[in-house]
């Protein structure tokens, strides 16, 4: 980044507080209490794909995570933490994990070649290979393969948020929580809904469920 690119940032900044101000006097004001955001995005790291800006949302609408390839790994305290906070204090009613064709993370793990310590992070994405190389190794185009490798990587994920305990004590007590795993597209900026849409553990493979989570340990 060259000095004068970084020079602009906060003129850049002054400029979007008076196009909102005048648009709306208030904005900045309404925003300062309290947040009540509808939506968990969880997405990928990636510069192209910012949740906020490709559903044309305002700041105070969407909770956000991201990480490489909008992973939902168990043993992650940070994405546990923004999950737990989101569910039952901020109590958004969806949860989105959005992917990105052309995801450098989802080509890392479809490769062969080491990357260094990211290694660890991916190899929680060649998993969701493992789980449907049969489906994946029958694709002979590259593209394609990776393409569809990208969605049943989100359908993963989206899975990965059912499992955990915070979502299913929200669906035990009827807290209205969906789960939704859409598709971004960096080429022309449309998002596609994957149709992964889950409501209740009733999609949940039986060994994932937990019951009486409220009456066992009291969440
Ligand atoms: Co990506």
């Known amino acids: 980044m060259d000095a004068n690119f ?4 906060l003129d850049k900044n002054k400029e979007w507080v008076k196009e909102k101000i005048d648009s709306n006097p208030d904005f900045f004001e309404k925003l300062r209490e ?6 968990l995005w969880i997405g990928c790291s990636d510069s192209r794909v910012s949740a906020n800006q490709i559903i044309g949302e305002d700041p105070g609408e969407i909770f956000v995570h991201r ?4 992973m939902v790994i168990h043993t992650d305290i940070n994405m546990l933490s923004v999950l737990d ?10 949860i989105i994990v959005c992917g990105h064709y052309n995801c450098g993370g989802m080509k890392a793990a479809m490769s062969n070649e080491p990357v260094g310590i990211i290694d660890n992070w991916i190899r929680h994405i060649k998993d969701v290979y493992r ?13 394609e393969r990776l393409n569809t490798y990208t969605e049943l990587n989100i359908r993963e994920q989206v899975y990965n948020l059912a499992k955990t305990y915070i979502v299913q004590a929200a669906w035990e007590k009827k807290q209205f929580l969906h789960l939704h ?10 998002i596609k809904d994957l149709g992964y849409n889950l409501e209740d553990n009733n999609d949940l493979t039986s ?8 009456k066992n340990i009291g969440y």
Request: no cysteine; proline share 4%.
């Open 181 to 190: 795993g859409w598709i971004y597209n960096i080429g022309n900026g449309l």
């Open 131 to 143: 789980f449907n190389n049969v489906e994946l190794d029958a694709i002979e185009d590259e593209t």
């Open 207 to 214: 060994v994932y469920k937990l019951n009486g989570l409220r």
């Open 34 to 39: 309290v947040q009540n955001p509808p939506i």
């Open 85 to 94: 906070y989101a569910v039952n204090v901020l109590k958004v009613r969806h």
């Open 67 to 70: 990480n490489i390839a909008n």
């Open 6 to 9: 970084y020079d602009t940032l």
